[in-house]
């Protein structure tokens, strides 16, 4: 399916294993499932995100709102399809996968998680 590629290619740079990167896959493929199972899950995350920005950068918020309306946060679908895949270089897709697989503390913990 489109899309798969992009999750797939990291996995095989870190793993240097076909057989690994695609169990690693799978599994991957069966947590981001549940973003389609419950229509309403892709929408909890762009709800969150919207209130995560209003709170953290509310100026940021703001200036999205005056000059459009892009609260809907529409824009994120592919962040969260494709796990930040196609929008930061393989090491920063490295750092943020590792950081949004551990699920610490909150299913939800990707959105909390900055970049550096």
């Known amino acids: ?6 999750i797939l290619a990291p996995l095989l740079v870190i793993l240097d ?3 690994l990167a695609y169990s690693c896959f799978k599994k991957l493929m069966v947590r981001m ?13 762009f709800a969150n995100m919207r209130s995560l920005i209003q709170i953290l950068d509310s100026e940021l918020f703001e200036h999205m709102q005056s000059n ?18 196609r929008e930061l270089e393989y090491e920063d897709v490295f750092r943020v996968w590792e950081g949004s697989l551990v699920r610490h503390t ?3 913990i990707n959105l909390f998680y900055q970049p550096i």
């Open 68 to 85: 459009s309306d892009y609260s809907h946060f529409y824009f994120s679908y592919r962040w969260f399809l494709l796990d930040f895949k």
């Open 106 to 108: 909150t299913c939800y």
């Open 17 to 19: 294993n076909e057989t």
């Open 33 to 45: 499932n549940m973003n389609f199972l419950h229509s309403t899950l892709m929408d909890d995350h």
């Open 1 to 6: 399916a489109v899309g798969d590629c992009d």
